[in-house]
């Protein structure tokens, strides 16, 4: 969440920062499963971390409806 709002506040439209927000979720769900596949359970807890905070909903995502008519030209 703290860096979406530092991403619209920079003037960012809300399709970057949602697209943004999607490819942190993306990498926490790889790093875990990496982690998981070579038994890494030491990293496990702040993997567990990243991930919940990565899946924390936004305001962004909850006010913005995101149709056609926000596509870039």
């Known amino acids: 969440p703290a860096a979406v709002r530092a991403a619209t506040l920079a003037g960012y439209g ?8 999607w490819l942190a979720r993306c990498d926490c769900v790889i790093h875990l499963a990496e ?3 070579h038994n890494a ?3 496990l ?4 971390t990243r ?3 990565a899946w924390e909903p936004i305001m ?6 995101l149709r056609d008519s926000d596509a870039a030209p």
């Open 35 to 37: 982690a998981l596949v």
């Open 60 to 65: 962004l995502e909850r006010v913005t409806d």
């Open 41 to 43: 359970t030491a990293s």
């Open 45 to 48: 807890p702040l993997l567990r």
């Open 51 to 53: 991930l919940r905070r």
């Open 14 to 21: 809300a399709r970057p920062c949602l697209r943004g927000l």
